[in-house]
C-alpha cells in the first residue's frame, strides 16, 4: 500500500500570515525567517508570493513616478495587494498571473 503524504491543515493563524504578508511585506520576509511559520506549506506559498509581488509592484511605482501623473497614481498599485489578502485569508492557495508560474519555477514554492 502507497502512503499519501500528510498535508498540514490550513490554521487560522496560518492564514492570518498569509494574508498580512501581502500589505505589510516585513511580514512575509518574517514568516521565512521564522523556522515555525517557513515549514507551513501555506505560509511559505503566500510569504513567497507575497515578496514576489510587492517587488514587482515596487519596480512598477518607480517607473511611473517619472511623471506626475504616475506619481499620484503609484500609491494605488498598492490596492492590488488585497485580492491575494482576501484569498489567502480565506484559506485559498492564489495564483498570481506569472508571478506564482515565476516562483514555481525557480522551486521557491511547492
Known amino acids: ?26 511580514v512575509a520576509l518574517l514568516a521565512l ?21 510587492n517587488v514587482v509592484l515596487l519596480v512598477a511605482m518607480m517607473l511611473l513616478t517619472a511623471t506626475l501623473v504616475g506619481a499620484l497614481c503609484a500609491p494605488l498599485f498598492w490596492l ?6 482576501y484569498e489567502a485569508y480565506n484559506g485559498r492557495y492564489t495564483e498570481i498571473p506569472v508571478i506564482t508560474d515565476f516562483i514555481r519555477k525557480q522551486n521557491w514554492v511547492g
Open 33 to 53: 525567517l521564522m523556522e515555525e511559520k517557513k515549514e507551513r506549506p501555506f505560509i511559505r506559498y503566500h510569504a513567497v508570493q507575497a515578496l514576489a509581488l
Open 1 to 26: 500500500m502507497e502512503q499519501q503524504q500528510q498535508v498540514p491543515e490550513v490554521t487560522s493563524d496560518d492564514r492570518l500570515w498569509a494574508a498580512l504578508g501581502y500589505p505589510v511585506a516585513l
Open 80 to 85: 492590488v495587494t488585497f485580492w491575494p489578502a
